[in-house]
T-cell receptor, first 115, second 115 residues
Framework: GAVVSQHPSWVICKSGTSVKIECRSLDFQATTMFWYRQFPKQSLMLMAT?????????EQGVEKDKFLINHASLTLSTLTVTSAHPEDSSFYIC???????????FGEGSRLTVL | AQSVTQLDSHVSVSEGTPVLLRCNYS??????LFWYVQHPNKGLQLLLK??????LVKGINGFEAEFKKSETSFHLTKPSAHMSDAAEYFC?????????????FGTGTKLQVIP
């Protein structure tokens, strides 16, 4: 099946710094990529949807200036958590899809801990 | 509008006994239905999917699910649980309209397998 890779898997940073998480589709061109946040023992919460070459569409309540999403190519999307604070600590997961598949392919997730 | 209800947040079974994880949905469109599994600190892996073909769907690792339109259910089953099945399971609905922003996740069911 299609493979989606996230990097880094784990990241620890100091409060106030920015962190970038990459999401790559390894063997297909992703027309759409999604970013989710998952709090402990909860389901996934969709943060934003991004299509290659266009601005991301953010879900209500998600701060656009805090969570910068770039989908520069059909195989790469990045999520940058700017000026991270401890409350941003979470598990971030991306997924990708391509036209006609009717399926989402998920990355392995990235655990962010802000000290 | 659509919704997904996973009726049990936590299911505990003994190794070698059957597994039943329940999922009910509502959708304005004919949906595609999925079950994903998530092991600790990992991304989501597709177990199986229903996309309007056979109502009984077989997936990986011996899991299967039956789409019952009259009951709006898509319960996940396995005849005999293995220790490696212990994980979190998510039921997911994607409308056939292709509106991926409308992807809806259930709240998850944590499966515990007792030796």
């Amino acid at each position: 099946g299609a493979v989606v890779s996230q990097h880094p898997s784990w990241v620890i940073c100091k409060s106030g710094t920015s962190v970038k998480i990459e999401c790559r589709s390894l063997d297909f061109q992703a027309t759409t990529m999604f970013w989710y946040r998952q709090f402990p023992k909860q389901s996934l919460m969709l943060m934003a949807t991004s299509n290659e070459g266009s601005k991301a569409t953010y879900e209500q309540g998600v701060e656009k200036d805090k969570f910068l999403i770039n989908h520069a190519s059909l195989t790469l999307s990045t999520l940058t958590v700017t000026s991270a604070h401890p409350e941003d600590s979470s598990f971030y997961i991306c997924s990708a899809t391509f036209s006609g598949t009717g399926e989402l392919f998920f990355g392995e997730g990235s655990r962010l801990t802000v000290l | 509008a659509q919704s997904v209800t996973q009726l049990d947040s936590h299911v505990s079974v003994s190794e070698g006994t059957p597994v039943l994880l329940r999922c009910n949905y509502s959708s304005s469109y004919s949906p595609s239905l999925f079950w994903y599994v998530q092991h600790p600190n990992k991304g989501l892996q597709l177990l199986l999917k229903y996309t309007s073909a056979a109502t009984l769907v077989k997936g990986i690792n011996g899991f299967e699910a039956e789409f019952k339109k009259s009951e709006t259910s898509f319960h996940l089953t396995k005849p005999s649980a293995h220790m490696s099945d212990a994980a979190e399971y998510f039921c997911v609905v994607i409308p056939h309209s292709g509106g991926y922003q409308k992807v809806t996740f259930g709240t998850g069911t944590k499966l515990q397998v007792i030796p």
